[in-house]
């Protein structure tokens, strides 16, 4: 007994003209939209922290809300509070620093922070040593001393 194959056709290839359709681009998900507005904050200040200035990695900064989103709605009812203008690269100290606190809020805390250190006796005793010399002066964002990339 013999089995006898025969050959299957050719499987067609789809016209040349067919084949040189532009295709329409797909829409980025979710997950590649905030990964782009991450990048994009990043280089915001060319990766350095908007607040002290500080150089900054993209895999250790963070997104930091200018206008913190526990108070956004109120300042801004009908707002994005993930809007790219709300947000700024921070080191992790600055943004942990600045939790809940509008920008003017977070210039007077950090200009307090002197007379803090003066309640410390071992602070006291070093700036009479000479070893430590306080120079108080207005506290100006790194991101006000430099424009930010759009």
Do not use: W
Request: hydrophobic letters at 30%.
């Amino acid at each position: 007994m013999s089995i006898e194959l025969t050959p299957v056709g050719k499987i067609p290839e789809p016209e040349l003209e067919s084949r040189m359709q532009p295709t329409t681009p797909k829409k980025p998900t979710s997950k590649q939209k905030k990964a782009m507005l991450r990048k994009r904050v990043y280089l915001k200040y060319r990766g350095h922290c908007a607040y002290c200035g500080c150089k900054i990695t993209p895999d250790t900064f963070q997104v930091d809300h200018i206008v913190p989103r526990a108070r956004y709605a109120k300042i801004h009812p009908d707002g994005n509070v993930n809007a790219f203008a709300n947000l700024n690269p921070s080191c992790r100290s600055c943004n942990k620093y600045k939790d809940v606190y509008l920008l003017d809020e977070l210039r007077h805390e950090i200009g307090q922070q002197i007379e803090r250190l003066r309640r410390l006796s071992t602070f006291n005793l070093a700036e009479r040593y000479g070893l430590i010399h306080c120079t108080p002066k207005k506290v100006k964002f790194y991101f006000e001393k430099t424009k930010a990339k759009q």
